[in-house]
């Protein structure tokens, strides 16, 4: 009888352990690259421009592609923006600036020549290209794959010199030391913030809109934010996905631990990059682009990085730490960099299909 007590709960546990590494597992989402019109180099050069940054996976981007022309328009698709969150939709536009910068590497790394006009407005960004005869740069490519953004606590080891240095070639860009009297000072603001936002339901909703609970939801959706895209992993994954709705993430529990762990990332890290710009869309498409800038240079030299920017979110505290910080424009974007005790991060390239929003004209 006890043996047979033991068989049983053994294969009980085996079945759930199972099953629970099953669900944990990474999940692969396969990109259909394929619209009727480009070829197989053009789509490439697409996704890989599509592996840009952007508030809450949300990829509000949408690009038209004059094949004849050699020239792409991208655009802001204001259907993905974030009304709550993001009610200027700055931070789409930056998003938009990203993704632009991103194209215009992944030309490059093809081979091509590539220009680019933002339009005085701000609200689209034409690039032209044209095949230059240079080979593939495979390390370009590899680069842009490997970016990532890691939510783990980073270790205090200080960022080098010379990686400081590097940041005063990109425009905008003031790098600031942990523990120096302005990391305190955007660490209390991004703290404030955060607390704000946390006891805000229109921000709990909308996120909640764009967190996905279950495998099958990250390949059908390809958008938001995978269990892994927000830190978790292997068994914490299963159990996430196991236990967590939609309706508990609007919840008082989920925004406090979410508001707890901003917290532990803002005082776990080497340092804060701030990113200034005017208060106008060109400006913040321009951001977007030195955004993309930093965060490949971070990536070269295995540096991990995070934006952390709900203390410039809002206009009043944009531009209240604009004065504290004596910075001129006002800071759009805040990035923590550091490094990580253990292995460097990887990408998770949850991408919609291209044709989702790439248009042949």
Known sequence: ????????????????????????RQIEVGTNMAVEGLDNEMTHILYYAALAP???????????????????????DEARA????????REAFISMGAYARSCILAFEAYGYNASYHINENGHAVTI???????????????????RHT????????????????????????????HGSVEFDDIKQYTIAAAAAQRD????????????????????????????????????????YYLFMSREKARGDSFAQQGYDMTVSQINGCAGLVAISAEDKPKAYVEAGMHLMEVWLY??????????MSCGVENWKHRH??????????????????????????????????LRDYVTVK
């Not at 890691?150 to 240095?165: L, M, S, T």
């Open 320 to 353: 209240s730490l604009q004065q504290v910080l004596n910075l001129s424009p006002p800071p759009q974007m805040v990035l923590r960099v550091g490094y990580v005790d253990g292995v460097y991060g990887e990408n998770i390239p949850v991408r919609r299909d």
């Open 128 to 146: 032209n290209y044209s095949k230059n005869g240079m080979s593939m740069d495979e390390g370009l490519i590899n680069l842009m794959k490997r």
């Open 298 to 307: 971070a990536v070269r030299n295995n540096i991990e990085v995070q934006p």
């Open 200 to 239: 805000d339901q229109s921000i709990r909703d909308e996120l909640a809109e764009w967190l996905r609970f279950s495998n099958s939801e990250v390949v059908e959706k390809k958008d938001g934010l995978s269990a892994e895209q927000i830190g978790i992993t292997g068994m914490k994954k299963s159990l």
């Open 1 to 24: 009888m006890k043996l047979k007590i033991f068989w049983c709960t053994t294969s009980v546990i085996l079945i759930v352990v199972f099953f629970l590494g099953i669900y944990g």
């Open 82 to 89: 974030l009304p709550a969150v993001d009610p200027e939709k």
């Open 150 to 177: 890691d939510k783990r606590v980073y270790n205090q080891n200080p960022i080098p010199e010379f990686f400081q240095e590097g940041l005063n070639g990109i425009s905008g860009l003031t790098y600031y030391t």
């Open 54 to 76: 952007s508030s809450h996976n949300a990829q509000m981007w949408k690009t038209d592609v004059y094949p004849e022309e050699g020239r792409l328009v991208i655009s802001v």
